[in-house]
């Protein structure tokens, strides 16, 4: 009777120290996914509580009533090792997913990368991760098959803008273009509270082929927002472009005929089809 007494008053500690860990992590934070990570490890922690105060008095118990324990220990124990090898992967996927919530590396609403697929977090459990990605499509993701967390929406987002221009285009006069279109986009209220600092011009980047590239990069906040004021970034870049007549360059087809011995070049005749005059009677032959 002690015996149970104890355990039930050790499980009714369990649940009062969940409890308070939960009321002074709330007290942290409002967010509603920050909340359920803490019920999730709560609920963890009181199960793992319980299991091992169950198991301990149930010992205990059959010890009082003269029944040997030894034969049952053995017995769990080689159970113990079967279970082990055969659910090695669910508890290597519990003991990854306690983790992942007591560190807060996922959170729900969050955009990952894990295991080689990205999307959007929908629901982050002790056994596995749900992701959708932008096509709609659903993963799930067991725990233990995660190695390295790329979380793309924590805190801020400094997204990369790289735009690629002609050649004969002066460098200094598109970069100060790019700069007030940011700063054009920052006063923007639509826009302004998503950037929290002004567009970091980082310069040139790269000569490629055909074209010059530029690169500059803003500070979003939330991160979730980095894609939309990308797009939006690009799309008044364009019409900016456009206004000011700044080249930006696309396939060009360059026919060369070649020179002779003598470094003349050769004829190169063009046929143009004729078209009928607007009084002629004869019709066009038809386009194949």
Same mark, same amino acid.
């Given at each position: ?31 509603? *996914?920050?909340? !359920?990570?803490? #019920?999730? =490890?709560?609920? +963890? ?7 091992? %105060? /169950? @198991? ?47 560190? *807060?590396?996922? !959170?729900?609403? #969050?955009? =990952?990368?894990? +295991? ?7 629901? %982050? /459990? @002790? ?162």
């Amino acid at each position: 009777m002690v015996i149970l007494l104890v355990a039930w008053l050790l499980q009714f500690v369990a649940g009062r120290i969940t409890r308070a860990f939960r009321r002074v992590m709330a007290r942290r934070t409002t967010a509603p *996914d920050e909340l !359920r990570r803490i #019920d999730t =490890v709560g609920r +963890a922690i009181r199960y793992f509580a319980t299991v091992v %105060v /169950t @198991l301990v008095a149930g010992m205990l118990v059959l010890n009082e009533l003269g029944i040997s324990i030894a034969p049952i220990l053995a017995t769990a124990g080689v159970a113990g090792v079967a279970i082990g090898f055969g659910a090695q992967s669910l508890i290597k996927d519990y003991f990854t997913g306690f983790f992942l919530l007591l560190e *807060d590396q996922i !959170r729900q609403g #969050d955009v =990952v990368e894990v +295991a080689g697929k990205g999307g959007l977090v929908e629901e %982050v /459990t @002790l056994r596995y991760v749900r992701l959708r990605d932008i096509d709609g499509h659903v993963h799930y993701i067991p725990n233990g098959e995660i190695k390295i967390v790329t979380n793309r929406t924590r805190g801020f987002a400094t997204p990369l803008v790289e735009i690629g221009v002609a050649y004969r285009e002066n460098v200094d006069e598109v970069l100060a273009v790019m700069k007030a279109v940011g700063a054009a986009m920052r006063a923007d209220p639509a826009w302004g509270s998503r950037i929290v600092e002004d567009l970091e011009m980082i310069g040139l980047e790269r000569l490629d082929a055909s074209s010059v590239t530029l690169r500059c990069r803003f500070k979003v906040v939330p991160a979730i927002e980095q894609w939309n004021v990308k797009r939006e970034f690009l799309r008044r870049v364009k019409a900016a472009f456009d206004e000011k007549g700044i080249e930006i360059p696309f396939p060009h087809l360059t026919v060369y005929a070649g020179k002779l011995k003598d470094g003349s070049a050769p004829p190169f005749p063009v046929s143009l089809p004729q078209q009928p005059s607007s009084g002629s009677s004869e019709s066009a032959p038809p386009r194949r």
